[in-house]
Each structure stands twice: as C-alpha cells, then as structure tokens.
C-alpha cells in the first residue's frame, strides 16, 4: 500500500472516531407536538422544544401493558427502581428488553435517586400483597419489590403512523457537537400505554 493510501485511512479513520466522539447520548422524555417532514418535534418533560432528525431506516416500537404474571423466570427485564427497606428496590416501572440491550445496573434518571437494572429474572414471588422479582444480571443479583399499580410493559413493533401530535416518546437520541439531536428508534404511546422508561 503506498504511503498517501495509508495517511488517507489514517485521517478517515481519525475523523469516524472524532464523529464519534462528538455525539453524546441523551434521553428524550416528553409529547409529540408536531412532525416536519423526517424531523420530531417534541416538548421534552422539562419544557423544553426539541427537533429530532429521524433516520431513513426508523424503528417504531409501540408499549403494551402486561401483566406481573405474565413474567417468566429467565426472561431479559428491565426495571427502574427507588431504594426500598433491607436492600431491596421498589419497582417504579419493569419493561421487557431486546437481547441486545447491555445488562446490569446504573444510576438511572427516570426520578431522583432511581437506579435500572437490566437483567435475567432468577425468581418470582407472589403473595397476599406481595409480589417480588429477583434479577440477575452478571456480577450480581437484586430482589425488587413490584407494587399493585406499577406499570409493566412490553413494546411490540409500530409504524411511523403511530407518531401522532400528543403522544408520548422515550427517545435515546444522539446528540452532535452543534446540538443536532437525531434518533434511529423511537418508543412511543398508544391507547393510554406509555413508554414507562
């Protein structure tokens, strides 16, 4: 390979990382107020009006209410929680996840203080007015109690039909060094269901 093919990849390469790093990702929380051409508007929860570029190749997912017993053991959950008594978590939401999505638990931003754990159920308990799951996830295990009235929810595939103004979106957009905001999967509501993230 002559030496200006190699400085060529070199700065290709330099600039793909750069791009990269540029982009930071940021959750989007908030109501659709109106759809210019592949561009969302929305009014996040803090007020603020943001435009999102939509790609060409889209993901839709809608949220669908299930049941707490319709949880199996083994299946991949996601839950945002908020500290409880004896080291266990209060659900505030659970929601199924895709393979895909990286498990264990982090600080999460739903509410202050809350943390999402994504993992494997290991088990399930339901009793009179008690009902808890245990998750395991690499490196560890956390027991979490769902309350009656916590939403659980599955997303089954949506169209871009399903963006209507006054639904709600969970967006985990990508944001550029100018500010651009852009997103390649969009989770929104449908018949009264939020996205609980």
Do not use: C
Request: avoid cysteine; hydrophobic fraction near 40%; charge should be positive.
């Amino acid at each position: 390979m002559k030496l200006r093919q190699v400085v060529g990849l070199l700065v290709g390469i330099v600039l793909v990382v750069a791009v990269a790093q540029a982009q930071t990702n940021v959750r989007v929380r908030g109501n659709i107020v109106g759809i210019d051409g592949k561009v969302l508007l929305v009014k996040s929860r803090d007020g603020k009006d943001l435009k999102i570029e939509l790609a060409d190749n889209l993901t839709v997912a809608v949220a669908k209410t299930i049941r707490f017993d319709d949880i199996k053991q083994g299946d991949y959950v996601g839950s945002t929680t908020t500290p409880g008594p004896d080291e266990t978590h209060v659900a505030v939401e659970v929601h199924y996840l895709a393979p895909t999505v990286p498990e264990g638990q982090i600080p999460w931003d739903l509410q202050p203080g809350s943390t999402m754990t994504n993992a494997n159920v290991a088990s399930i308990v339901i009793g009179t007015g008690k009902r808890e799951l245990t998750l395991q996830y690499k490196g560890g295990t956390q027991k979490i109690v769902v309350p009656e009235g916590v939403p659980i929810v599955r997303t089954v595939p949506g169209t871009r039909a399903d963006l209507v103004v006054g639904e709600y979106v969970f967006i985990g957009a990508q944001a550029a060094s100018d500010g651009t905001l852009s997103a390649a999967r969009v989770q929104v509501s449908k018949d009264g269901v939020k996205p609980p993230q």
